[in-house]
């Protein structure tokens, strides 16, 4: 705080030597002075300065990081999308959904008639087998009987087993000339060798179904798609066909389709035309959903979430300022009453209030968005991501601490400025 000016003094005496105190001595803050005030008194006690911002490193930190790791595991998602989703068709047979007399749509030949269109990797027709009442799947001679249980039995195309693109732990898939001979194999899913204690193949296990043997040939450790199979015994169509009849409209058969990065949507529309030129209406071909669509949805979901669980952490943070600035105001209270002796008016204890809190809201604030960041990194490099952070939140980042230093410091530099100076110095 200054003292009155020389131009004022000289004013004063030039009218009459009344001074106009009403004016002239109006003490005045400088910015320069009020910064440095904001800086001696946030140093003044620096355990409890770090301790106060540290609620607002919490609570940017927590807003950059969130934000940071959404957007991050958005780029994933749809990496993820346009690798397995949009390269996905699925056919399905309608053509006795009205009542007619209609069997399988699915001419015998249909795979080789899809996978000769260009863009398409593998293609296969595949139902879920309906066995006899009480038949059942057991196997032997590896593990104990499970008993003839209801299981689930698939029977698919060599292409659907190649679509899924499975992991095998053992063994090997079967192939056209299984299916073209209605030689009498199986594939296992890990669950379901599991469960009837199939471990190794070395034995040559077999597995019956119902009365009739199979012998085991490879054990499907995982899939990309299908994961269904992983719980299924899967024999050939043409065996399933022989054994236990075609599909029907209880088990209604279905293709699956992969197809190369960007083919997905027009291997959609030939499909049917493919698979029967007079009659495509039998068929009901599924595209993949828009990648970009279900990037914007799933997107905007995590950013909501997140974004929720950020405004708490700052909301937090922001208490945490206002609880400790009230109480500095408590405690210096003498301090107040002696500037206010000096000449300080309520407006310059205000200030000087509200610049300590908003210096604790702006460090707290580059300090959270530092951590923020180093924690996106960090997440991203362990788990072999590219990291995305959008610069827009790197430079909002410190002015949310600074807006919210000032807010949490607005109701304690209000009662600083309404603590009258004799009552101040009594205390």
């Not at 001679?141 to 732990?169: D, K, N, S, Y």
């Amino acid at each position: 705080m200054r003292p009155p000016g020389r131009g004022a003094r000289r004013a004063g005496r030039r009218r009459g030597g009344h001074r106009r105190t009403d004016r002239a001595d109006v003490s005045r803050f400088a910015l320069r002075d009020l910064l440095s005030e904001a800086v001696a008194g946030v140093l003044q006690r620096p355990a409890r300065s770090v301790l106060t911002a540290l609620g607002t490193v919490l609570g940017i930190g927590s807003f950059v990081a969130v934000l940071g790791l959404t957007a991050t595991t958005s780029s994933q998602i749809d990496g993820r999308f346009n690798a397995l989703t949009a390269t996905e068709v699925t056919v399905e047979d309608i053509g006795a959904a009205d009542g007619s007399a209609i069997g399988v749509s699915f001419p015998d030949d249909a795979a080789d008639r899809i996978e000769r269109l260009n863009g398409v990797s593998d293609a296969g027709v595949y139902w879920p087998v309906s066995l006899p009442d009480g038949a059942g799947v057991r196997a032997s001679p590896v593990g104990a009987t499970v008993g003839e249980e209801e299981t689930q039995v698939a029977a698919a195309g060599p292409g659907v087993l190649r679509a899924a693109q499975p992991t095998l732990e053992a063994g090997r898939l079967f192939d056209e000339y299984h299916e073209k001979e209605a030689v009498p194999v199986a594939v296992v899913g890990s669950g379901m060798a599991a469960r009837l204690g199939i471990t190794t193949l070395e034995s040559r296990p077999v597995v019956f179904i119902g009365d009739r043997p199979f012998t085991v040939i490879g054990i499907i450790g995982d899939v990309r798609r299908k994961t269904d199979l992983l719980l299924s015994v899967v024999v050939p169509g043409s065996v399933a066909a022989r054994e236990w009849g075609e599909p029907g409209a209880e088990s209604p058969a279905r293709m699956l389709i992969s197809t190369e990065l960007g083919a997905a949507t027009q291997i959609a529309d030939q499909a049917p035309l493919a698979l029967d030129p007079a009659h495509p209406e039998r068929f009901k071909a599924v595209p993949p959903p828009d990648p970009k669509a279900l990037r914007d949805t799933v997107g905007s979901d995590l950013n909501q979430l997140f974004l929720l669980l950020a405004v708490v952490c700052l909301v937090i943070g922001a208490v945490g300022i206002a609880n400790t600035t009230l109480v500095a105001v408590l405690e210096r209270t003498g301090e107040i009453g002696l500037r206010r002796t000096l000449g300080a008016r309520a407006g310059h204890i205000t200030s000087q209030f509200l610049a300590e809190s908003a210096a604790l809201g702006t460090v707290g604030g580059l300090v959270g968005t530092a951590l923020g960041a180093l924690t996106v990194v960090a997440v991203a490099v362990a788990r072999e991501w590219t990291p995305v952070v959008h610069p827009t939140t790197l430079l909002a980042a410190p002015l949310i601490g600074l807006v919210t230093g000032l807010l949490a410091g607005a109701y304690p530099a209000w009662r600083a400025s309404r603590i009258e100076p004799a009552e101040a110095l009594r205390r």
